[in-house]
């Protein structure tokens, strides 16, 4: 027969390792339900409260950049495709590797389209230009650009025609105000010039 104080210290040492045991099962519990879903990697909250289109001739050459301002001065274009509350989804040059993956297969894509999402609204003035980066014909190239409130419903806030007329040539598609509520109190197409600011920043 084992002497009570032995059987008192097995007994001390058997409740210490079965604790022991307990606290690392559970601490192995809370760790594997915090393992991230591998399928949610790279999701990106693609959320939009505003989207800018700028369209020109399906199979067109020609290169067209979107440049635009937002209320604090931040520039989006094709050198700073995300800043602020805005990102640059797809910077479109004309024919020059423009594919697409359909089916998980490169195809060559005709479609000459920009777009730029802002994620969220900031009151103040926004201003929407166009450059015509890279032309290949004499004449002018017409560009279409629409600016849309996604939020609580679908609005246009400007859809209009417009021309460029060769390399460099940038133009002020859209000026437009948002006030503190995120509602649209002004719009206007006074000229603002805004690619010297951003090769400046670039610089």
């Known amino acids: 027969m084992k002497h009570p104080a032995l059987r008192a210290n097995e007994d001390a040492f058997t409740d210490l390792l079965f604790n022991a045991l307990l606290g690392f099962t ?25 989207l800018i289109t700028v369209s020109w001739p399906d ?40 594919r697409v993956v359909v089916d ?10 920009e777009t730029v999402s802002v994620r969220a609204l900031k009151s103040g003035e926004y201003v929407v230009n166009v450059l015509h980066y890279q032309s290949n014909y004499p004449e002018p190239l017409p560009v279409t650009v629409k600016v849309e409130k996604l939020n609580p419903e679908v609005s246009i806030v400007h859809y209009a025609n417009m021309e460029l007329n060769g390399v460099g040539h940038e133009e002020t598609a859209v000026r437009f105000r948002l006030d503190s509520d995120g509602n649209v109190v002004d719009t206007n197409t006074r000229a603002k010039p805004l690619l010297i600011r951003a090769v400046g920043q670039k610089s």
Request: aromatic share 8%; glycine share 8%.
């Open 26 to 50: 559970f601490m192995f519990v809370v760790a594997f339900a915090l393992i991230d879903d591998p399928t949610e990697t790279g999701r990106v909250d693609n959320k939009a409260e505003i």
């Open 59 to 98: 199979g067109h050459p020609d290169d067209v950049d979107t440049i635009v301002e937002d209320p604090h001065g931040n520039l989006l274009w094709y050198h700073n495709r995300d800043t602020g509350l805005m990102h640059l989804d797809r910077d479109d040059r004309g024919l020059f590797q423009d």
């Open 104 to 113: 998980g297969v490169s195809v060559s894509s005709s479609i000459n389209q």
